[in-house]
């Protein structure tokens, strides 16, 4: 268990996920915590994906040497935790996880629907029948990870932008300042993740694109 325990907190640690507690054979890892990043639910997929290979090449292992095999299966879910003075995170986001890892099946990942939404233009994802989760009411909605490299996707028909004409504005009148005094603005755009930055950066390169020369850069 020692070697097991060692591989998962190296694959947790190369996503940039926190190691939060081993129970018995089971692994909680957190992403977001204490600090939020754009990317937290995306990494944390991708995580989940790797700690299922790196399992399965130290299965391979202990096939030839013991005649055993390890199976993995794992939960991923978004939401917002409670961090006590004690640092026992709590909240329902971990307990869907927990949920979802049970109802998954050997070698599988299944996310739960915020994580979807964030996930969903960069990993392949198949829905499951709604589960039947221990402690909730309602069938939950679930999808299976297929992989885990960005795919292309075909256009979505977006619905029209609303409640933002302030924000384009004020990205409006840097671009006029910069072109009226030919100097530079820097405009940082600040949100929590999935409040539609990316969207409204897409709605004014789109307005000013015959004004302007649009470059996109992403890291």
């Known amino acids: 268990m020692a070697r097991f325990y060692a591989t998962m907190r190296g694959v947790i640690a190369r996503h940039g996920g926190q190691l939060d507690k081993f129970i ?41 040497g013991w005649g ?44 739960g629907r915020d994580t979807r939404r964030l996930v969903r233009d960069e990993v392949q994802l198949q829905p499951v029948p709604p589960l039947a989760l221990k402690g909730k009411t309602d069938p939950v909605p679930a999808w299976r990870l297929l992989a885990t490299q960005t795919v292309p996707q075909p256009a979505r028909a977006e619905a029209p932008l609303v409640g933002r004409s302030g924000e384009l504005g004020r990205l409006r009148g840097a671009l006029d300042d910069a072109s009226r005094e030919r100097v530079c603005r820097l ?11 990316s969207r409204l950066a897409e709605e004014f390169t789109a307005a000013v694109g015959a004004d302007a020369t649009v470059v996109l850069g992403r890291c």
């Open 24 to 64: 018995g054979d089971g692994v909680v890892a957190v992403f977001g915590v204490p600090t939020v990043a754009e990317d937290d639910a995306l990494r944390a997929v991708r995580c989940a994906a790797d700690m299922i290979a790196e399992l399965d090449a130290l299965s391979e292992e202990l096939a030839r």
């Open 68 to 111: 055993v095999r390890l199976r993995m299966r794992v939960g991923v879910n978004t939401g917002e935790l409670v961090v006590p003075s004690d640092g026992e995170l709590v909240g329902d986001a971990m307990n869907t996880a927990a949920r979802l890892e049970s109802a998954a099946a050997p070698g599988e990942v299944l996310v």
């Open 187 to 197: 405009v940082t755009v600040i949100g929590s993740p999935g409040m539609g930055k």
